[in-house]
């Protein structure tokens, strides 16, 4: 009988991602993924020619979004994800493209089938949002 808490419990997603080491790899996989993809070019023209930021800001994102230490709160402030990402026209494609570099970056990683599996599902719901929120704001 397992004692681990379910994912989304408590801290149980970021202790399976492998804390904020772990998911510093998962998030340079990603970045340099979306670098290399040619499916990716489209996404990778939306992101500052340096990636630094960015990829501070998405491994403190996901810390306290796994239920982890809030670091982009501590850090950078509030975001919602939806809003802020409108600014830009996001649409299906750039969204499938963000997911797809994500579904890799998270396969090659050590994590478990199951926290893979769970994982990129809780990412394609923000996903999906910020395809709402753009089109809303973009028409």
Same mark, same amino acid.
């Not at 509030?78 to 809003?83: F, G, L, N, Q």
């Given at each position: 009988?397992? !004692?681990?808490?379910?994912?989304? !419990? ?7 991602a492998?804390g904020i ?5 998962l998030?340079d996989?990603f970045?340099?993924?979306?670098? +290399?993809l040619? +499916?990716?070019?489209? #996404?990778?023209r939306?992101?500052p020619?340096?990636?630094e930021?960015?990829?501070d800001?998405?491994a ?8 982890g230490?809030k670091?982009?709160?501590?850090k &950078?402030g ?6 802020f ?6 649409? +299906? ?9 994500m579904?890799r970056?998270i396969? #090659?990683?050590p ?5 893979a +599996? &769970?994982l ?20």
């Open positions: 009988m397992s !004692t681990q808490p379910p994912f989304g !419990t408590g801290d149980a997603s970021y202790q399976a492998g080491d772990g998911l510093r790899r998030v996989d970045y340099r993924l979306m670098d +290399e040619p +499916e990716a070019a489209d #996404l990778r939306i992101h020619e340096s990636l930021q960015s990829r800001k998405l403190c994102f996901l810390s306290g979004w796994l239920g230490p670091l982009f709160s501590e &950078y509030s975001i919602a994800i939806p809003s990402h409108a600014q830009w026209p996001i649409d +299906e494609a750039l969204s499938g493209a963000w997911l797809g570099c579904e970056a396969a #090659l990683q994590f478990s089938p199951a926290f +599996e &769970y990129l599902a809780q990412l394609r719901v923000p996903a999906h949002r910020v395809v709402q929120a753009s089109r809303a704001r973009h028409g």
